[in-house]
């Protein structure tokens, strides 16, 4: 069976947003609407939530969500019918970088939702947006 996996990395500079995140509470909850949107296959406002702490074009952004929904599409059936999304895990690096994970639980198969946030000064932006059918590495296999 042929596995679909979309990975977006993408890094950002400290340009100016139109609102911001100060504290990483504020984060999470941030990446927590995000996931929220992504488990209820809303993929372009996922992205869309995300434009005023992204410091990338919107037409950049607006593909992802794109990209998002075609590889979904490709393999979304076999998962079953969604079930929500689950936060597991808060990890920080420093003072300047957060990672927020949850699990997009599905009838028959569970995905992984990431949100990066750095902090370049005294606001946090979104850095990277990473999401995988690999929930198997949150527990340490195949890291």
Known sequence: ???????????????????????????????????ALFASG?????????????PLPKEEIQNLGYQTKTQIGMVGDRF????????????????SLVRHVFLIKHEKHALKFSCVFYKPKDR????????DDKPHTLVG???
């Not at 809303?42 to 992205?47: Q, T």
């Not at 999304?85 to 990890?91: C, F, L, P, R």
Request: charged share 15%; net charge negative.
């Open 80 to 95: 079953g019918q969604s079930l929500g999304a689950e936060h597991v895990e808060t990890v920080s690096a420093g003072n």
């Open 42 to 54: 809303e993929h372009d406002r996922v992205y869309e939530s995300l434009l005023p702490y992204w």
């Open 1 to 35: 069976m042929r596995k679909h996996v979309l990975a977006i990395a993408l890094l950002v500079s400290g340009a100016a947003s139109a609102e911001t995140a100060t504290t990483t509470e504020q984060t999470q909850a941030i990446c927590s609407g995000a996931a």
């Open 141 to 143: 296999i195949g890291r």
């Open 124 to 131: 946090w932006l979104v850095n990277t947006i990473l999401w």
